[in-house]
């Protein structure tokens, strides 16, 4: 029997075992109860080859189900979508987030919501959510594979107001140990995984999301490379050893 590929996420080894076809293509689910947005998000994601919509779920009891069958790497998530069809009330989104990222380690969250409170931003981002577009955002829309891309390779994403919002009461420019910590691991482990950071440092992975995120954040870069450069340049994280020349031979 061949071995798989690896790093396959759980969800993924499982489909390779079960001898379904794997995909390059970032595989994208959405969360909306209101279809004439679930339409034009797939109306901005059609045709793009390197993206597929997997899954598109009305009730917030469907989520977890639809992506234990069609796993995904993004998931677009607006903040109040009814529980089922016999419950009306919005999903507790602010459990549902880390609960997912348990499960789906590699999972990158992305609200698009109407609302533009600063609370709302704050709570869903600590929850482990990377990135919070508000839907009258248009420009954001009309580049939302771009963003969806951006995310799948481990960046985040605000609307401007949203990261207006979001940074406004942030103290200071310094980051804290623990973000500074963990920028330091993914410097010296460039290619280390959500779950594996989060087993280095000892906490869960929507933790390491509100970590990075935030570092993110108050560095004002959207993505790791970015932040691990800027956290070298400003002498918070150990920087790359100098090169050493070569002496010719004579």
Known sequence: MKNPPDGLTPAKLAMYNEGQIMSDKIRVAILDDHQSIVDGYLFRLSGISGI??????????ELEPTLR????????????????????????????????????????????????????????????????????????????????????????????????LYRKHQTGN????????????CSAFPD?????????????????RNLLSEAYARLGVQTRAAAIAKAKQMGWITSDPPTVPTIPRR
């Open 192 to 208: 280390i995984k959500t779950a594996a950071l989060a087993n280095k440092m000892g906490v869960m992975n929507s933790t390491i």
């Open 69 to 164: 069958d069609h796993p995904a790497d993004v998931l677009l998530l607006d903040v109040s979508v009814p529980s089922s069809p016999k419950n009306p009330n919005p999903y507790p989104i602010l459990h549902t987030i880390p609960q997912l990222l348990q499960l789906y380690p590699e999972l990158r969250v992305l609200i698009i919501s109407m609302f533009a409170e600063r609370g709302l931003i704050r709570a869903v981002m600590e929850a482990g959510a990377s990135g919070y577009v508000i839907k009258d955002d248009q420009a954001t829309i009309r580049n939302l594979a771009s963003v969806i891309v951006s995310l799948a390779e481990g960046g985040i994403y605000f609307s401007p107001r949203a990261g207006e």
């Open 52 to 61: 597929e919509v997997v899954a598109t779920i009305s009730y917030a009891d």
């Open 174 to 185: 310094l980051l804290s140990p623990r973000q500074l910590e963990a920028l330091s691991l």
